[in-house]
């Protein structure tokens, strides 16, 4: 069953940069969607990017376009996220997830495994 951990979270300051990782820590053999969201204290979770199992297919929510960048190693099994230009808005608990197919989408239903998500903390 696969197993998802996220790394790389920690606390920065406005304009700063961080990179996040995502692996199956059980290396379980996927051909899946990935994707990263986000939820910050007292809201709901929300879409930040996708990525297709095969790219270049990326999807972004509007409040991180030109700012954030997801891309993925399947050789290793591990998704990324570059995210620069951090605002404190970017404040909350980062989450990958697997999408249920090869595709990824803007939808939490959509996805069947999820790790347990990683601090992002931004100050101003």
């Known amino acids: 069953q696969v197993q998802l951990v996220e790394s790389g979270g920690g606390s920065v300051q406005a304009g700063g940069s961080l990179r996040l990782s995502c692996a199956d820590s059980r290396r379980t053999s996927s051909n899946n969607g990935m994707g990263w969201f986000r939820q910050a204290p007292g809201g709901d979770r929300e879409f930040v990017a996708g990525i297709n199992w095969r790219g270049p297919d990326t999807y972004y929510a509007d409040s991180v376009k030109g700012r954030f960048t997801i891309s993925r190693d399947n050789a290793k099994n591990t998704v990324y996220l570059q995210m620069n230009s951090l605002k404190p808005e970017d404040t909350a608990v980062y989450y990958c997830?697997?999408?249920?197919?090869?595709?990824?989408?803007?939808?939490?239903?959509?996805?069947?495994?999820w790790g347990r998500g990683t601090q992002v903390t931004v100050s101003s």
């Open positions: 997830a697997q999408s249920r197919t090869p595709r990824a989408s803007r939808f939490s239903n959509d996805y069947n495994y």
